[in-house]
């Protein structure tokens, strides 16, 4: 990665950064990849304090200003972040309005479904709404090609932060490490032994793999929306889901994985690899431990595929077990990145892989501003492939909600309909204490009985 100017000079970009450049020269005048949360703060809301807060945190997030240039058709394109860049907080009043929450709502709706042109726009907007005497809520949107759901969750931790420390509530914490930082680390790890030890790994993984799905770039469709629908799940979930989790010796978002990843090779046959016993799953990994991206939000998150081994004479607890030692050491090379993967694995330009099915659980604390009541609400996660599970909650497994999305040409509306009802009603069947010692054919391949799901729909009717 040559020519890295550490004084704010124009960078390269970074290969999830180019797979982003590329699709957009593919879909030009498409609103897609774009991340959007916004953020409702109710109760003794300081806004001048709110307001500082989140300027400074605009400001320590340089990535947020970045502009792209490519000269030629033919040239890579460059980056810069650009103190000329900067987003301006917006101020929208609506508290007069018969709805407020209704009018501010169809405003994010509006510029969320505005094409971005990654060669001239802005590519971040924030805007504070009043709605209400003193409630307000915070809109932030991105191109994924600058940052990503996690980078999202770094900046609002970081205003609340800001935010009680204007209070005399806080210490000011420490600011983001700058865009410029995490390049020069990721040029050092491209030229380390490290770097060859991950690239060998993923060499005999995929060498061992079976047939990994390709998607072409000018196939990819935007027109029709997929269907999407989200759920809270019941307190009682999350309880059972963290005793589990301790009887099995396991972090929750590890244990929610493995068994999303059992429902999905237990009620989507499709997805089976051709011997039938495994399943490819795609797997978010930050790729922030142990780096400047830690504390940096940016574009960081990796994609990468983990084969699924299902033998239905092992108890369930022997799966998990055995999975989970799988998931370690795979993250032990999750920096290597899966665009550097298909060039490897000899991809074409206008190529990609087709992640789906895809499992991401999102453990992301919410802000706290002090005095308010916060609640995060996730707008657009950029576009997915095929068939993908989103699990959101707090670190503490608390406020979980399932999120499922479904290509229409790949999934029918009744198919997707009823995921949403079976496949928490397969969770917490298989978080009962009993089932970690049932070998997996007793306790997979029951749920779509008519009995199962008479009672999955009278518990989850959603």
Not at 250 to 261: I, V
Request: hydrophobic residues 40%; proline residues 7%.
């Amino acid at each position: 990665m040559p020519d890295i100017d550490p004084n704010g000079g124009w960078m390269p970009l970074t290969l999830p950064q180019l797979d982003f450049w590329e699709e957009f020269t593919f879909h030009p005048d498409q609103p897609v990849s774009t991340v959007a949360h916004f953020i409702d703060i109710d109760g003794d809301v300081d806004v001048d304090a709110l307001k500082r807060a989140i300027g400074q945190t605009i400001r320590e997030a340089d990535i947020l200003s970045a502009r792209f240039h490519a000269p030629e058709e033919s040239d890579a394109p460059r980056q810069i972040c650009d103190p000329d860049f900067v987003p301006v907080l917006s101020i929208v009043d609506l508290k007069n309005q018969p709805d407020p929450i209704s009018a501010a709502k169809d405003h994010m709706k509006r510029d969320l479904t505005a094409p971005l042109d990654l060669r001239r726009d802005r590519l971040s907007a924030h805007i504070l709404y009043r709605v209400g005497r003193s409630r307000y809520l915070w809109y932030i949107r991105a191109h994924h090609i600058i940052v990503d759901g996690y980078g999202l969750a770094l900046i609002e931790q970081r205003c609340a932060e800001l935010y009680n420390h204007f209070l005399g509530r806080a210490d000011a914490g420490t600011p983001f490490h700058p865009f410029s930082g995490f390049l020069t680390e990721e040029d050092h790890y491209q030229k380390s032994s490290r770097w060859q030890k991950d690239r060998a790994y993923w060499a005999d993984y995929f060498a061992s793999a079976g047939g990994i799905e390709v998607l072409e770039r000018g196939d990819e469709d935007y027109g029709e929306p997929g269907f999407h629908q989200t759920a809270a799940l019941p307190q009682d979930f999350s309880k059972a889901l963290l005793a589990s989790a301790k009887a099995a010796d396991l972090g929750w978002p590890d244990l929610l994985t493995l068994l999303s990843g059992l429902y999905i090779f237990d009620a989507v046959p499709a997805a089976r690899n051709q011997d039938s016993s495994t399943v490819t799953l795609w797997l978010p990994f930050m790729s922030r431990w142990g780096s400047v991206g830690a504390n940096l939000p940016a574009l960081l998150v990796n994609i990468l595929p983990f084969e699924m081994k299902v033998h239905r004479s092992e108890r369930l607890e022997d799966f998990l077990t055995r999975s989970a030692d799988e998931l370690k050491r795979q993250r032990r090379h999750s920096r290597f990145r899966i665009e550097q993967i298909a060039k490897d694995q000899g991809l074409a330009e206008g190529s990609r892989y087709f992640f789906s099915p895809l499992i991401n659980v999102l453990p992301f604390k919410s802000p706290a501003f002090a005095d308010c009541k916060t609640q995060r609400n996730i707008l657009d996660s950029g576009p997915a492939d095929g068939f993908n599970l989103t699990f959101r909650g707090e670190d503490d497994a608390s406020g979980m909600s399932l999120g499922i999305d479904a290509d229409p040409s790949m999934t029918g509306r009744d198919e997707f309909e009823r995921h949403m009802t079976e496949l928490p009603a397969f969770l917490s069947r298989l978080l009962k204490p009993e089932n970690l010692q049932q070998p997996l054919r007793n306790v997979i391949g029951e749920n779509r009985s008519a009995a199962f799901l008479e009672a999955a729909a009278q518990r989850f009717p959603y």
